[in-house]
């Protein structure tokens, strides 16, 4: 950094702390009306609010550290205010998602995006902000400066070895990177793929990627995962060599026990039971993470449960629904949010985002799910789709604020953030 903005930082970051010491009792009336509607709704269905409480304590989402800035589409990219410039920045904006929501202690990286010469630095940097690393998300997906040969037509697939041995040491660079950040996992997702028929072997492609895959997890430490991550389209629009759920559990099973695949869950077409391929992953015990955000269309990267709240509920319900089976007491698989903000303030957007999650794994929580069995063994579709209903309709804004604010969060996140004029400071000091 080489300037004084760490002490800017925390002297921001102590500044929201007081506020939030100051705001607290302010509010109790607003809370106690949302949390007593949340135990008049646990007392009818015999739930102890302090079992779902506890359980929601458990729950982290990483933040991405490339959703700080704006994302913009491939035609426009519209920046904002104060968007962070440097991956000190961005950790910055991270601290502030996780002190609100208490939800968000690690941030994903992107390398080499975020590669910086001094990753002690920036692991000092975070600490002091009460922060730590996720994930490293590794980029073969388009060029960097000073690289030798071009991934233009694939990189951990392509045809000639010398890319491909390229691809492969960006992976190791890359965890070199993130093992001094203290990261316990490497994301893999390709553009690799044709736009036109013939342009590529599909088995042949295939083959070089298991055995890139093969390469890199050979050399990651023993405590860590290998993610790897699918989608059906674009960049290449065409074929994908990693187009779906079930080449990422082939690759998967063919790599080894600690590589897993990975659910971004917008890599999906229109129309997939991503709730299905949740389950099923799960049940083959080949599911390592997620990406949460929403879709529509494709890989729109929009907020998640912002657009179908229903569906992320429904994906919820089939993680809890493994918990519960493996009796665990708090999520076993790695939750990451991967979204790209346009319109948005990222702050505001992660801030609602981690209510959006912990609302929905709340309410899966509450599925009554002795009463979904026997609705399932009588076949009856609908006493067993009201049984989800109820718990998808359940109000649980009273529950999500006491497990925030016992966290030091703030009541209402997005409220507080902009009453601090949080982002009108940033502009001044970063323009
Ligand atoms: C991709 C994919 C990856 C993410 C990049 C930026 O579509 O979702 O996970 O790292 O975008
Ligand atoms: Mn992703
Ligand atoms: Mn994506």
């Known amino acids: 950094m080489g300037d004084n903005s760490g002490t800017m930082a925390q002297n921001f970051y102590s500044q929201l702390k007081g506020r939030l010491e100051d705001e607290k009792g302010k509010s109790k009336v607003k809370f106690r009306r949302s949390y007593d509607a949340s135990l008049a709704y646990l007392k009818a269905k015999g739930i102890k609010a302090q079992d779902i409480e506890k359980r929601l304590a458990t ?16 035609f426009f990219r519209f920046p904002f205010g104060g968007e962070p410039t440097s991956i000190f920045q961005k950790i910055e904006d ?30 000092g940097y975070a600490k002091n902000l ?61 553009g690799d793929g044709s736009n036109h028929p013939g342009q590529m072997s599909f088995r042949r492609s295939f083959d070089y990627y298991i055995q890139s895959l093969k390469s890199i997890y050979k050399r990651l430490p023993a405590d860590w995962n290998l993610f790897i991550e699918y989608k059906p389209f674009e ?56 990406h949460f ?40 698989l790695s939750f990451m949010i991967d979204q790209s903000h346009n319109l948005k303030d990222p702050i505001e957007e992660l801030l609602a985002t981690c209510e959006e999650l912990a609302k929905a794994y709340c309410r899966a929580l509450l599925v009554d799910r002795e009463a979904l069995l026997e609705a399932q063994k009588k076949c009856d579709p ?50």
């Open 293 to 332: 955000n929403d879709s529509k269309y494709g890989d729109d990267d929009l907020g998640a449960g912002s657009v179908s709240p229903y569906r992320l509920f429904l994906i919820m319900n089939e993680i809890v629904d493994a918990e519960e089976a493996r009796h665990a007491k708090k999520p076993f």
């Open 130 to 190: 009460e922060l730590s690393f996720d994930a490293m998300n590794s980029n073969t997906f388009q060029d960097h400066p000073g690289q030798k040969l071009s991934y233009k037509f694939g990189s951990l697939c392509h045809e000639d070895p010398a890319v491909r041995k390229q691809a492969i040491n960006l992976n190791l660079a890359s965890v070199d990177f993130a093992k001094k950040l203290g990261s316990q996992a490497l994301v893999v997702w390709l």
């Open 94 to 123: 991270a601290s502030v998602v996780n002190l609100l929501t208490g939800m968000a202690p690690r941030v994903a990286l992107h390398f080499p995006w975020d590669h910086t010469e001094s990753p002690k630095e920036l692991a």
């Open 235 to 290: 960049p290449s629009f065409y074929y994908t060599v990693n187009f779906d759920w079930g080449c990422s559990f082939a690759a998967a099973s063919a790599v080894g026990k600690r590589a897993m695949a990975l659910v971004d869950l917008g890599h999906h077409l229109p129309g997939a039971n991503v709730e299905a391929v949740v389950a099923r992953l799960i049940q083959l015990s080949k599911l390592g993470g997620f």
């Open 382 to 431: 609908v006493w067993a789709e009201r049984i989800l209903k109820e718990a998808f309709e359940a109000p649980v804004s009273g529950l999500l604020a006491k497990v925030r604010l016992a966290k030091g969060g703030a009541l209402d996140p997005i409220d507080f953030y902009r009453k601090a004029k949080y982002r009108e400071q940033l502009i001044k000091r970063r323009g």
């Open 59 to 74: 729950l982290q989402f990483a933040t991405p550290s490339w959703a700080f800035s704006a994302g913009g589409t491939r």
